[in-house]
């Protein structure tokens, strides 16, 4: 066997190995813990991420955000789908006007800070990493 | 395409640097820019006549290759004043009724929201006629390499200059949307060799209920379109010029080239009555939607595909039905009508989150030769033609 093939197969190996462990935990939608909100239905999570309806229960304007590091899993444990459908979803209700993609945020820090400072907004964490000051009004098994 | 293409390159190449989604150019996020656009190749095997993606198109991909019928670039910026209040243009090149890649704005709103179940919009809006039409042109958006043609291909416009007003209600989990728009508008629709008929659109009227339950989206539409048609091309002058002689001898003769045709053709009020149907869960993809036009001259244009679409990882081939016929007494086909079906066969290839390859295989059976074919041989009765397409489309 020669060097190219060993890496072939090591390579082939771990991306095997790192897909049959299991994921580190579910997925937590997360509000600030005093907006008032207790629980979202699946299909409020959806119609507020996928730019249907953004009505939250307490009357207000929903402020889905999106954090790119839980991006993709958060998206297949939603609706079953990966980060390029989800962008050809967007790119429809984009270009004829019709809806935004959630705020895209970066750093997991900076979706906190902005859950805490905004009664409206909704983002999601890893079920495990809960901040006190956010209340899970959905769950999402992986 | 010899301009197109190092402009198209140049862009691809920019924005595979680039996040897929609207980019904020201002820190408060107010201002963003975004945009799409197709490369796309499309090889003719039929002599007998030139394909086309729409009627507005003067010329058609002859036999052999081209690249001008798919090709586009679209381009958007938005700005929010305030949650409530925000303004979107959107403008797109691609060869259209001017018979160049002359740039467009498409789009060019004032949308207002007072709350998440209204939202008002003023301006030059897409035309939201059916199910996907007033985003037709956004390639990334759809698995096809075009939507078809026989399906797509015969709107006659493409925005309306006036208001929509959107309702979206909440029904348990279920969700219903009522869409009602006005407006004005024009274009031009190329309908045979040297004919060419001018819209010009008084009012354009109608709307549409959506009703949304779990992966299945359906709509239920309608449409009435009344406006100023102005035939041109070698047909009309050389009737007028026929009129004309007559004239000559009968002072009293009053008939013209415009009124004859107008009145054949009866596009001065069109109707447009439509259903579709969308389901969309995880990998699966099924598309359905039918539509009859009638003109104010008792004619009719049917039209309808079904699309199904199961995506395998990175892949997603697909497989399409659809059928045009148009009927100009309301009695079935008769000389002047055209009737074809197409079938078929592609795949999508997401390489990366923001752009697509595409393939795709048309085997179009032409039953009677019509208007969305360009040159069309005077002696051609239809038959077998395949169109094989590739796409390269992109979002930025």
Redesign the interface.
């Given at each position: 066997m020669n060097r190219v093939q060993r890496l072939l197969i090591a390579s082939t190996l771990s991306a095997t190995l790192v897909a049959a462990v299991p994921a580190s935990a579910d997925i937590a939608v997360v509000v600030n813990a005093g907006s008032g909100i207790d629980r979202l239905t699946r299909s409020d999570v959806v119609n507020i991420f996928m730019g249907r309806y953004r009505k939250l229960p307490t009357g207000n304007v929903a402020l889905p955000v999106d954090s790119s590091s839980l991006k993709a899993r958060f998206y297949r444990a939603l609706v079953d789908k990966d980060l390029a459908e989800i962008n050809s979803y967007w790119a429809r209700l984009v270009f004829s006007g019709e809806a935004s993609p959630p705020q895209q945020i970066v750093s997991i820090g900076d979706v906190h800070q902005l859950v805490i400072q905004n009664m409206n907004a909704l983002g999601y964490v890893d079920s495990s990493q809960v901040p006190a000051d956010m209340h899970v009004v959905l769950t999402l098994s992986e | 395409m010899r301009r197109l293409l190092p402009v198209c390159l140049g862009l691809i190449l920019s924005v595979t640097s680039v996040?897929?989604?609207?980019r904020p150019l201002t820190d408060d996020?107010r201002l963003r820019f975004?945009g799409?656009g197709t490369l796309g190749l499309i090889h003719n095997d039929l002599d007998e006549a030139d394909f086309t993606r729409d009627i507005s198109q003067p010329k058609g991909a002859g036999k052999g290759w081209s690249a001008r019928t798919d090709s586009l670039l679209?381009a958007?910026v938005?700005y929010r004043f305030t949650?409530q209040l925000d303004t979107?243009v959107?403008g797109i090149s691609r060869y259209h009724d001017s018979g160049d890649f002359s740039p467009e704005v498409s789009?060019a709103?004032l949308?207002y929201r007072p709350?998440?179940?209204v939202q008002l919009?003023l301006g030059r809006?897409?035309w939201?006629v059916y199910q996907?039409s007033?985003?037709r042109y956004?390639g990334?958006?759809?698995p096809w390499v075009r939507p078809p043609v026989d399906h797509f291909g015969t709107l006659q416009l493409t925005y309306i200059d006036g208001v929509d007003v959107t309702f979206?209600q909440?029904v348990g989990?279920d969700?219903v949307l009522l869409k009602l728009y006005t407006g004005r508008s024009d274009g031009d629709v190329f309908i045979g060799k040297g004919l060419e008929a001018h819209f010009d659109v008084d009012k354009v009227y109608g709307g549409h209920v959506d009703y949304?339950t779990g992966p299945w989206r359906f709509r239920l539409g309608y449409t009435e379109v009344e406006s100023n048609i102005d035939f041109s091309g070698d047909a009309p002058d050389q009737l007028d010029a026929q009129f004309d002689q007559i004239r000559a001898f009968d002072p009293s003769f009053d008939l013209t080239a415009n009124g004859v045709l107008g009145s054949s053709f009866g596009f001065d009020r069109l109707k447009l009555y439509s259903v579709g149907a969308v389901f969309d869960?995880?990998?699966v993809q099924l598309q359905a939607m039918w539509n009859r036009s009638k003109t104010s001259a008792d004619g009719a244009v049917d039209s309808g595909f079904v699309s199904a679409g199961y995506?395998i990882e990175?892949v997603t081939p697909y497989l399409v039905y659809s059928q045009v016929e148009t009927t100009s007494d309301g009695e079935g086909g008769s000389e002047g009508d055209f009737k074809q079906r197409t079938y078929s066969v592609g795949a999508r290839y997401?390489f990366?989150?923001?752009m697509?390859l595409k393939a795709q295989l048309d085997r179009v059976h032409v039953q009677r030769p019509g208007f969305l074919w360009r040159d069309i041989d005077s002696d051609w009765n239809g038959g077998w033609g395949s169109i094989f397409s590739l796409g390269l489309d992109f979002?930025f």
């Open positions: - | 996040a897929a989604e609207a996020g975004s799409f679209g958007q938005g949650d979107v959107q789009w709103f949308r709350d998440p179940g919009r809006l897409g939201d996907l007033d985003s956004v990334y958006a759809y979206k909440p989990s969700l949304e869960r995880g990998p995506r990175r997401d990366t989150a923001n697509a979002i």
